[in-house]
């Protein structure tokens, strides 16, 4: 949870009482940009909190210059490039501004694309819209927004920019997306889209491969602006952990990009590797390991994943025939590992959990499409005989279910409390699920003989820093009103 910061401080410049905050460390303060300007040569030492660091088998990544203590500020940087996400659902997002427009009819007037208003500011912009325009118009490019942030790459690429340069820095596993792979696919479908430019600049084939490569390796959900992605040249360095040291967010700045911050949650020791999540934190061990391999090229052997258990949440568990034991994998590092009980002798292949995982995976998926509180609470009765009460697809009816449950139900706060003590193991720095847990703990402070203002008031503290307009923001609003 960040650190309550002062508004105001003293310009070690002057002397004066300053209120303008050093945007890198936010823990000094000055009376203008000149004086922060004169102060820097002092300052720096203390201000940058990050290095790169080189590993062989990692490659570039980011170290701690400094201790660090929670809510203590990173790292703050623009884009080097940003857009729709390649893989998002059918939208329209404002190619001046990066906002959704799904439900305007407006469109630039040189390209004919999407925009949020005709006077956009963003479409006059040539630093922002106007450099791609005359691109759009001349390729007659039907407007597809999934293939914008490609588009903009190929601009970067053909032009030499130095964001290229810093972009091609960053890996794109071009060697582990060839034929016959998802990614090859992809590649293929966009490079149907960009047809028309294609035929226009040939030349762009050969490196489309690698920008889609460094699309899928690198670049972060932005909110803000909702359904879009960008590539940071340092906070794309952050290495993945299932149990991260920081946390991010997102503002947009005066030249309209996603500007991320980046923030430690924990006591972070000078040396140390900073990292974030890559996955979600409330997949099992097996789900994650396989999403980061497939899309990040990686095995994941953080302690989190080394842990049968994970962390006593047993996320993965499953419950043995015998009806006195738990089935846990025997090296969970290891995806083809047979699982054992824990009590009685009995064993079954990864193959075996494979297929009972993912089989139920698609009832808890078909009945959520439809869910009532008796749909829901059946399902729990048939999981919870062959998964521990904690298992991934247990926690994720039973969050569902609570938002249903009557406050009088018995069931409601023992299914509050076990999500939240999944949650607290799993994202005890409230990073990664802060909406997820403010949601139980306000059904927590719904029932009887609660600590109904402990628990809002601990739900507020976690959406503090969620983004404008966003459904925790939203939420956080109402928990206010109650509190």
């Known amino acids: 949870m960040e650190s309550s910061a002062p508004s105001h401080g003293v310009c070690p410049v002057c002397g004066k009482k300053a209120t303008l905050k050093c945007g890198s460390c936010r823990r000094e303060f000055y009376c203008d940009k ?16 990050w290095k790169i660091g080189r590993d062989p088998e990692l490659g570039r990544h980011l170290l701690a210059t400094r201790d660090l203590a929670p809510g203590d500020a990173i790292l703050s940087e623009a884009p080097l490039v940003w857009g729709p996400s390649t ?6 997002i404002c190619v001046g501004c990066g906002s ?17 208003r005709p006077d956009c500011e963003g479409l006059s912009d040539k630093k922002r819209h106007r450099s791609e325009c005359a691109l759009l118009a001349r390729a007659r490019i039907i407007p597809r927004c999934e293939v914008l942030l ?3 790459m190929l601009i970067l690429w053909r032009t030499r920019s130095k964001r290229w340069t810093s972009l091609a820095e960053l890996q794109s596993h071009e060697s582990s997306r060839g034929p016959g792979t998802e990614a090859h696919a992809e590649v293929t479908r966009i490079s149907q889209h960009l047809g028309p430019l294609l035929t226009m600049a040939s030349d762009c084939w050969d490196i489309l491969p690698k920008i889609c490569g460094l699309i899928d390796v690198n670049a972060l959900e932005t ?3 909702e359904g879009s992605v960008a590539i940071y040249e340092n906070a794309s360095l952050l290495e993945h952990s299932c149990v991260a040291n920081t946390r991010h967010s997102f503002r947009i700045d005066d030249k309209g990009r996603p500007r991320i911050a980046i ?47 994970e962390l006593g949440t047993h996320l993965g568990t499953l419950k043995c025939p015998c009806k006195k034991g738990l089935m846990l994998p025997n090296d969970s590092l290891d995806s083809d590992t047979d699982w054992s009980c824990n009590v009685c002798p009995g064993t079954v292949t990864s193959s075996e959990v494979a297929q009972l995982t993912d089989r139920l995976e698609e009832e808890v998926t078909g009945v959520m499409k439809q869910a009532t509180e008796h749909t829901l609470s059946e399902l729990l009765s048939r999981l919870t005989v062959l998964l521990h009460p904690g298992h991934q697809h247990c926690i994720s009816v039973s969050h569902s279910l609570i938002q249903l449950l009557p406050p009088s139900s018995p069931q409601k706060s023992e299914l509050c409390k076990l999500i939240l003590d999944t949650v607290t193991q799993l994202d005890p720095y409230g990073a990664r ?17 609660e600590n109904k203002r402990a628990h809002l008031s601990r739900a507020a503290s976690l959406l503090k820093t969620e983004p404008p307009n966003s459904p925790g923001q939203k939420l956080l609003r109402l928990i206010e009103m109650e509190l």
């Open 223 to 225: 909110m803000p602006p």
């Open 87 to 92: 893989h998002g659902v059918a939208q329209w």
């Open 34 to 49: 000149s004086h922060q300007s004169q102060d820097w040569p002092r300052h720096r030492s203390g201000c940058i909190a």
């Open 433 to 449: 699920l802060a909406l997820y847990t403010a949601v139980t703990l306000r059904e927590l402070a719904s029932c009887p003989g």
């Open 100 to 116: 959704r427009c799904d439900d305007v009819d407006a469109r630039c007037r040189g390209c004919l694309w999407p925009a949020c």
């Open 263 to 309: 923030y430690a949650v924990t006591f972070v020791k000078k040396g140390e590797h900073l990292s974030t999540m890559y996955t979600h934190a409330l997949w099992s061990t097996r789900i994650r390991r396989e999403h980061l391999l497939a899309t990040k090229y990686f095995a994941c052997r953080c302690k989190r994943c080394a842990d049968p258990a």
């Open 150 to 152: 490609v588009i903009r």
